[in-house]
Structures are given as C-alpha cells and as structure tokens.
C-alpha cells in the first residue's frame, strides 16, 4: 500500500479530502464550493456553479449570463438551454498566436488522462444554463485557484473550468513512479492575475482537509484527487502494505 505524507508550508493550507478520502489543498482565504447544493458566483464573471444530488450521484449545473462561457470537458454535457456549444482543442494557448498548439493537447489527453478535446460552453440569453456530469457516479467539487497558485489534479478528475483557467500535463518526477499513480498530474493555473474555478470530479464522495503548518498526515495514493503547489510531499510504502 502506497501513501503520501503531506506537510503544511509556510502558508495555512487548506486541504479537501476528495472520494472516499481524497485530497485537495487550498492557501488560507481561499474559497470552495459546500457539498450541499449550493450557488457559488464571483461578481462580475457572468457564471454560478451549483452542485446537484451530492455525494453519490453529483451533477453540476453552471448558469451562465448572456456571453459568459465555461469549458469543460468532451461528453461533460448531460443538458443545456440557450446556449452555444463549441469543441476545439484542449490546452494551454500560446502567447503569441493565441491558438492552442497540438503537442501541448496530446500530451495532456496522453498523460494527463483528459479527452483531446475540450467544449465551451457559451450563454445566449435569458435563463441559459448547462448541466455537468462525471464520466463515473460520484461527487463534484469547485475549487478557486487564486493568481499565484497551482492546484495539480490527479487523472481523470478534471470536469470544467472559468475561461480564464488553462490545463497542461506536469511532470511528477520519480515521485510519480513511486506513486503508482501515473508519472503526471493534470496542471491548472490562471493567465489573467485573477482568481479562476475549476470543477473536478471522482467516484465517491469528496471531503475537504485543511493541513495546518507544520502539520503532516499520511493519505493513500489512490484517493488524492488534487491539491495546490504550496504543499510539500513525500511518497513511501506502509509497513504490511
């Protein structure tokens, strides 16, 4: 059995304890989203995120104001009203073209373990709304990534993100090998200097952890399903396991 020990930095991290224990860290004033059905929306963006039949069987519905967009990704849609739907590439843009390159889409669809494609979703008048659901039965979380964060995503619980979200394939290391995780998280980040959501998902339910400072708790490798770059980690196998 292999685990990861996790330690708080510097900085108050918060940690939410995804699927059936899984784990996802947020920096002190950070927000995320309640299990319970509940809206959540930042002034100004056009977007409210609330999460549906929670824990087991979690859909997400995103209410969007007249062109205000969402991504999420390829087959996410279950249900949409007034709204335009569009599938190009997913990945990181590049700075110069503004297009998103091919071998930055492949890598992520390769080792990040996420559809090739992505879908925007765009809202077209009143009452324009789209619901999400996961590939796999299980709950939903949102997770505000603030400007000088990165929240690394454990494979294949990626569901949607704010346009201002971008995704890539970041390497783990030989910490991954060890892991027997896969040798790659999904990365996300914003490209704006503000605050951005994303909508991860996982089979079973999701619980939030906050990892104090200088705390450290030990979870399995299996039931990480995200958290930011300010924690500092280490993987070892347990005794007997």
């Known amino acids: 059995m292999k685990s990861v020990k ?8 918060r940690v939410a304890m995804i699927a059936a224990i899984s784990i996802m860290i947020m920096p002190d004033g950070a927000t995320a989203s309640s299990i319970m059905a509940k809206e959540i929306s930042v002034s100004g963006t056009g977007v409210k995120e609330q999460i549906k ?30 709204v335009r739907a569009q599938t190009g590439l997913a990945g990181p843009r590049n700075y110069l073209t503004g297009q998103v390159g091919c071998l930055p889409s492949v890598g992520r669809a390769l080792f990040g373990e996420q559809s090739l494609f992505v879908n925007t979703f765009t809202g077209e008048g009143e009452n324009s709304w ?19 964060r990165e929240l690394f995503i454990q494979k294949g619980s990626f569901l949607g993100c704010w346009m201002n979200v971008e995704t890539d394939a970041k390497f783990k ?11 790659f998280f999904l990365r996300a980040y914003t ?21 104090q400072v200088g705390e450290e708790i030990t979870v399995d490798t ?15 196998r347990l005794s007997g396991g």
């Not at 789209?130 to 000088?148: E, M, N």
């Open 6 to 13: 996790m330690q708080g930095s510097s900085r108050i991290v």
């Open 53 to 82: 039949f929670s824990p087991s069987f979690a859909v997400l519905k995103v209410s969007l104001d007249e062109d205000s967009s969402i991504k999420a990704e390829a087959g996410a849609m279950m249900s949409m009203k007034n």
């Open 130 to 148: 789209v619901y999400l659901a996961p590939r796999v039965p299980g709950d939903i979380f949102v997770h505000t990534i603030a400007p000088d």
């Open 173 to 183: 290391g030989l910490k991954g090998i060890l892991s027997g995780e896969g040798m």
């Open 191 to 211: 490209t704006d200097n503000r605050s951005g959501k994303v909508y991860l998902s996982s089979f079973g339910a999701i619980e939030r952890y906050d990892v």
């Open 222 to 236: 299996g039931h990480i399903v995200a958290f930011e770059d300010c924690l500092t980690y280490s993987i070892g």
